[in-house]
Antibody, heavy 127, light 110 residues
Framework: QMQLVQSGAEVKKTGSSVRLSCKAS????????LHWVRQAPGQALEWMGWITPFNGNTNYARSLQARVTITGDRSMTTVYLDLSTLRSEDTGMYFC????????????????????WGQGTLVTVSS | QSVLTQPPSASGTPGQRVTISCSGG????????LNWYQQLPGAAPKLLVHGVSQRPSGAPDRFSGSISGTSASLAISGLRSEDEAYYYC???????????FGGGTKVTVL
């Protein structure tokens, strides 16, 4: 059964960049789409983008497109989120999420419900 | 501002039925891609309902989903103290090729 383990908390200065990682254990990403979702303190969930690690295809939320890059390693077990030109509004919890495969026959790969989540990485941005 | 609209709060006493709404547009609220998540304090979201009304294995049957046009609902029957949490709807948006979320509803058990 797949589990996602994320890297540790980060404290960054305004204007700098951050790289977060999300490692799969128990399985590889293979056909799965790996999504990043973030949550500012006391705020709603915000989808950031996805990657298909097996071919590197990506898609990003329009509001973040200029500053976000999602990549994966060749082993298809680790995915990275790079966010540049950090602002105080980027402070929050960042989650990676994917599908367990339980619903594989019900939905297109891209639209599989996110039922496997990492524990989250807290990013704090300050001047 | 979230793409999907949810009421900020809902409440009920133990045993009551509570309903949460989620409204969107034609590019996102669809029969087969509307999901609900439960988020407890300090935890990652947990899938509660998928495809509008399907429960994943392990999800209690007191949670049920429905849809009418571009508005979906999550009902919690027989409310319990452990149901006190934030609930988010999420839908696949064809125009964005990504997920859109509601603003979240805090359910309080009185």
């Amino acid at each position: 059964q797949m589990q996602l383990v994320q890297s540790g908390a980060e404290v960054k200065k305004t204007g700098s960049s951050v790289r977060l990682s999300c490692k799969a254990s128990g399985d590889t990403f293979t056909y799965r789409y790996l999504h990043w979702v973030r949550q500012a303190p006391g705020q709603a969930l915000e989808w950031m983008g996805w990657i298909t690690p097996f071919n590197g295809n990506t898609n990003y939320a329009r509001s973040l497109q200029a500053r976000v890059t999602i990549t994966g390693d060749r082993s298809m077990t680790t995915v990275y989120l790079d966010l540049s030109t950090l602002r105080s509004e980027d402070t929050g919890m960042y989650f990676c999420a994917t599908t367990s495969g339980e619903h594989q026959l019900l939905y297109p790969d891209q639209q599989q419900p996110l039922d496997c989540w990492g524990q989250g990485t807290l990013v704090t941005v300050s001047s | 501002q979230s793409v999907l609209t949810q009421p900020p709060s809902a409440s009920g006493t133990p045993g009551q039925r509570v309903t949460i709404s989620c409204s969107g547009g034609s590019s996102n609220i669809k029969f087969n891609t509307l999901n609900w998540y439960q988020q407890l304090p300090g935890a990652a979201p947990k899938l509660l309902v998928h495809g509008v009304s399907q429960r994943p294995s392990g999800a209690p049957d007191r949670f049920s989903g429905s849809i009418s046009g571009t508005s979906a609902s999550l009902a919690i029957s027989g409310l319990r103290s452990e149901d006190e949490a934030y609930y988010y709807c999420a839908a696949w948006d064809d125009s964005l090729s990504g997920w859109v979320f509601g603003g979240g509803t805090k359910v309080t058990v009185l």
